[in-house]
């Protein structure tokens, strides 16, 4: 019988050694540098994109062993847009994951210096995994070089620095979303299905189950950042927030219409090779509950 506790515990722990396998060990030189990338990756985290990596290539009929690299790759790269989304000049958060943030440790520009190592680091660890034909031997590191850019990431963190939230519109924080925090999910379900040797049909419904999780998953996050203390309050009026264009129940209930698109999306795989999908869009329905 399926147990999602279990298959999370299994999958983090091949995740986090992974991780330390790859990041440079804290005795190599520069040691503040190396100090700053290995505290920001391995200070904690749901390690949610990798897992959802490993879960698509084991759905396209691959393996955990074979993803990990992609998988560490993307935790890389998420480690690295949250430093430089808590710089000063971004969003301006002192604390990440319940501890001081980067910059507030090592200092603005180690912190820079930092998330830019990382993503150097998840491209060199995205482009060891060569895919089976008939994909083309970049197409992984392809995949994370297209979420990371002007098209994904980076391009949804310029829009969200110059949003207006007085003109925001449903569209115009969709596009945001789509970009700055689906873009990921998107990439790390595609790394995943490629490293299997997916077939077209099974990569697109990957596809679309991830960007609908991920706008879920931001909606939920937006939600969560509701609350009476000041940096929740300063959260909830940030430029992309859903809430300021919905009522918190309307939000609700079109990140649940989302998770349904997700699962419903992960229809041509088979079932139980789909499950730990269809968990993990039940773990962001249980944060709306």
Known sequence: MFDMATYLTERRKLIERALDAVLPPLSARPRNLHRAMRRSVLCGGKRLRAVMCLASAE???GSANRAILPAAAVELLHAYTLIHDDLPC?????TRRGKPSCHVVFGPALAILAGDALQALAFETAARCIPPPPYRPDAIVAELARAAGSRGVVGGQVDDLSADPRRAT??????????????????AVRMGAISAGASPAP??????????FGLAFQIADDLADQGP?????????DNSSCLLVYAASDARRLAEMLLSKAVRALAVLPGGQSRPLVELAGLVQSKLD
């Open 59 to 61: 759905a396209s009929g």
């Open 90 to 94: 971004m969003d301006d958060d002192d």
């Open 170 to 187: 449903p569209r115009m924080l969709r596009s945001i979303h789509a970009r700055k925090t689906a873009a990921l999910f998107i990439a």
């Open 203 to 212: 990569l697109d419904a990957l596809t679309s189950y991830a960007a609908n």
């Open 229 to 237: 203390s000041p940096k929740k309050r300063k959260r909830a009026l």
